[in-house]
């Protein structure tokens, strides 16, 4: 059973990992990106058209962005097809400034009418919207007037028959590890690609200095798989997915079916236990979770709120002194990365926390002003983050950690939302393993771990080595020292 849960196991069935680089501007393509319909110069055009009109009527300052996206999906069940969907979409939005007034609009109409019409109501909304003292662009120190290319597009070519073989090999190989998996909800595999050009309009002027212009595409692929182990009453159900920018880094279906049995045969015969208070070791792609949570706490918009339990905690101690949290924005290739924020603003590569106290928060510009600080460039959330430890040595895999745990909780599926960002309160059901004496003993389900996340970050003991990219979050299996488990 131990086997089956192994960081070697998780990693062959995820897939390729990004490496850190930094190249030249981006350059500017004379024809669409693959996959698309609409050019860089045509987005340009119609980034030009909707500032023009909005100087025409008087805007002091505004922000347009145009976008593309396309993509298809397939499903598959028992072998059989059950769905194909194709999705192509387009956007402008428009924010005009009459001052501190502010008023925004879109339009999925890129017809010159409609673009001016879209204007014309942003320019409306704000001339009838209460004056904010912060709100505007962001400062023009903090433009991005050069970024990097950073390597985040990378098409997928995949026709629907080819992704539906795809999606059947995947969920094939997870009905066929085991005669125990009796059944699935299907297996699907996601090809899904976008381009962007966003352009401010700064005290009337465009194109100098300080003034953002820019754009870039990105693409995003992935297949995932969830069968279903035992039958009747007995039945246990998990998954897994690989997801990466290039479809060259996927994991192979194979493997990804494969491991998401595994998880499921493991799973069969569990037991309940009584209420008690251990241990935790958190599985890597659920302590992402946890990372999620902290960044959420630490957030521009929870913090001049003021409806964050880290209000005030910049420079001091929320971790224990061998946690590191770093921020960097331009790994080539990876899942969190982008030369600049939804503002324009250049992103830099940071120390988040260091030694277990908060060096910097996740800021837009509009957060910033209102904490009378400095933007981050986090206005559309962090980048890729890194949550480490300073006592992880490189053979803290799983089985190390298991042995860290000795006897405890290891939790590898919560359910739920159960958290409460203005105390830290934390409450989520969960399902996992017993372990005893550093062994996994016996699958547990029907449990609720609770706590405080004050005391959970503080109580971090030990974080593998067994790093998981989920998302933009990087952070192997995390032990905390202590929870309360309600059993029954």
Same mark, same amino acid.
């Given at each position: 059973?131990?086997?089956?849960?192994?960081?070697?196991?998780?990693?062959?069935?995820?897939?390729?990992?990004?490496?850190?680089?930094? =190249?030249?501007?981006?350059?500017?393509?004379?024809?669409?990106?693959?996959?698309?319909?609409?050019?860089?110069?045509?987005?340009?055009?119609?980034?030009?058209?909707?500032?023009?009109?909005?100087?025409?009527?008087?805007?002091?300052?505004?922000?347009?962005?145009?976008? $593309?996206?396309?993509?298809?999906?397939?499903?598959?069940?028992?072998?059989?097809?059950?769905?194909?969907?194709?999705?192509?979409?387009?956007?402008?939005?428009?924010?005009?400034?009459?001052?501190?007034?502010?008023? %925004?609009?879109? =339009?999925?109409?890129?017809?010159?009418? #409609?673009?001016?019409?879209?204007?014309?109501?942003?320019?409306?909304?704000?001339?009838?919207?209460?004056?904010?003292?912060?709100? +505007?662009?962001?400062?023009?120190?903090?433009?991005?007037?050069?970024?990097?290319?950073?390597?985040?597009?990378?098409?997928?070519?995949?026709?629907?028959?080819? @992704?539906?073989? *795809?999606?059947?090999?995947?969920?094939?190989?997870?009905?066929?590890?085991?005669?125990?998996?009796? %059944?699935?909800?299907?297996? +699907?595999?996601?090809?899904?690609?976008?381009?962007?050009?966003?352009?401010?309009?700064?005290?009337?002027?465009?194109?100098?200095?300080? *003034?953002?212009?820019?754009?870039?595409?990105?693409?995003?692929?992935?297949?995932?798989?969830?069968?279903?182990?035992?039958?009747?009453? &007995?039945?246990?159900?998990?998954?897994?997915?690989?997801?990466?920018?290039?479809?060259?880094?996927? #994991?192979?279906?194979?493997?990804?079916?494969?491991?998401?049995?595994?998880?499921?045969?493991?799973?069969? %015969?569990?037991?309940? *236990?009584?209420?008690?208070?251990?241990?935790?070791?958190?599985?890597?792609?659920?302590?992402?979770?946890?990372?999620?949570?902290?960044?959420?706490?630490?957030?521009?918009?929870?913090?001049?709120?003021?409806?964050?339990?880290?209000?005030?905690?910049?420079?001091?101690?929320?971790?224990?002194?061998? *946690?590191?949290?770093?921020?960097?924005?331009?790994?080539?290739?990876?899942?969190?990365?982008?030369?600049?924020?939804? $503002?324009?603003?250049? =992103?830099?590569? &940071?120390?988040?926390?260091?030694?277990?106290?908060?060096?910097?928060?996740?800021?837009?510009?509009?957060? @910033?002003?209102?904490?009378?600080?400095?933007? =981050?460039?986090?206005?559309?959330?962090?980048? %890729?983050?890194?949550?480490?430890?300073?006592?992880?040595?490189?053979?803290?895999?799983?089985?190390?950690?298991?042995?860290?745990?000795?006897?405890?909780?290891?939790?590898?599926?919560?359910?739920?939302?159960?958290?409460?960002?203005?105390? +830290?309160?934390?409450?989520?059901?969960?399902?996992?393993?017993?372990?005893?004496?550093?062994?996994?003993?016996?699958?547990?389900?029907?449990?609720?771990?609770?706590?405080?996340?004050?005391?959970?970050?503080?109580?971090?003991?030990?974080?593998?080595?067994?790093?998981?990219?989920?998302?933009?979050?990087?952070?192997?299996?995390?032990?905390?020292? &202590?929870?309360?488990?309600?059993?029954?």
């Amino acid at each position: 059973m131990k086997k089956t849960l192994t960081s070697t196991a998780r990693r062959d069935a995820s897939g390729g990992a990004s490496a850190r680089a930094r =190249t030249s501007a981006a350059p500017v393509p004379s024809a669409p990106p693959a996959g698309f319909q609409y050019s860089r110069e045509q987005f340009e055009e119609l980034a030009d058209l909707a500032l023009t009109h909005a100087r025409k009527l008087g805007a002091s300052d505004g922000g347009v962005e145009v976008s $593309e996206g396309a993509g298809l999906s397939v499903s598959v069940r028992k072998g059989e097809l059950e769905n194909v969907e194709r999705n192509r979409d387009k956007s402008l939005g428009i924010t005009v400034y009459l001052g501190q007034r502010r008023g %925004n609009a879109s =339009t999925s109409d890129f017809s010159a009418v #409609a673009i001016r019409q879209t204007v014309q109501a942003a320019y409306d909304i704000a001339r009838f919207t209460a004056e904010d003292p912060v709100a +505007g662009l962001p400062d023009e120190q903090d433009v991005a007037n050069d970024y990097p290319e950073l390597d985040l597009f990378h098409p997928w070519t995949i026709g629907a028959e080819e @992704a539906v073989q *795809i999606a059947l090999r995947c969920e094939a190989a997870a009905l066929a590890t085991s005669k125990q998996i009796s %059944n699935s909800e299907g297996a +699907g595999v996601s090809a899904q690609q976008s381009h962007f050009f966003t352009e401010h309009l700064r005290g009337g002027e465009r194109g100098r200095q300080g *003034i953002f212009r820019g754009g870039y595409a990105s693409s995003r692929h992935s297949f995932s798989v969830s069968p279903i182990a035992g039958k009747g009453a &007995r039945m246990q159900r998990d998954y897994w997915f690989s997801s990466m920018r290039s479809p060259t880094e996927l #994991a192979s279906p194979e493997a990804v079916g494969r491991y998401a049995a595994e998880r499921a045969l493991a799973r069969l %015969n569990p037991r309940k *236990i009584a209420t008690t208070e251990c241990p935790v070791l958190f599985e890597a792609p659920l302590a992402a979770g946890l990372l999620g949570a902290f960044v959420q706490a630490i957030s521009g918009g929870a913090l001049y709120r003021k409806t964050s339990f880290l209000v005030d905690s910049l420079g001091r101690q929320v971790f224990p002194g061998h *946690i590191d949290l770093f921020e960097d924005p331009l790994i080539l290739g990876g899942k969190g990365s982008a030369p600049f924020d939804d $503002e324009g603003v250049k =992103t830099v590569a &940071r120390q988040v926390v260091g030694a277990g106290c908060v060096k910097g928060y996740f800021l837009s510009t509009y957060s @910033a002003r209102k904490l009378g600080m400095r933007t =981050t460039g986090n206005a559309g959330g962090s980048h %890729n983050l890194y949550l480490s430890s300073r006592q992880t040595q490189a053979g803290d895999d799983l089985d190390a950690m298991l042995r860290k745990l000795g006897t405890g909780l290891f939790v590898t599926e919560l359910m739920g939302q159960g958290v409460n960002y203005v105390t +830290g309160d934390y409450s989520r059901g969960a399902a996992g393993y017993w372990v005893e004496n550093g062994q996994i003993a016996y699958p547990v389900q029907e449990i609720t771990i609770a706590g405080n996340l004050k005391d959970m970050f503080l109580g971090i003991e030990a974080i593998g080595s067994d790093v998981y990219g989920y998302g933009a979050k990087n952070v192997g299996s995390v032990l905390l020292n &202590r929870m309360k488990v309600a059993g029954s």
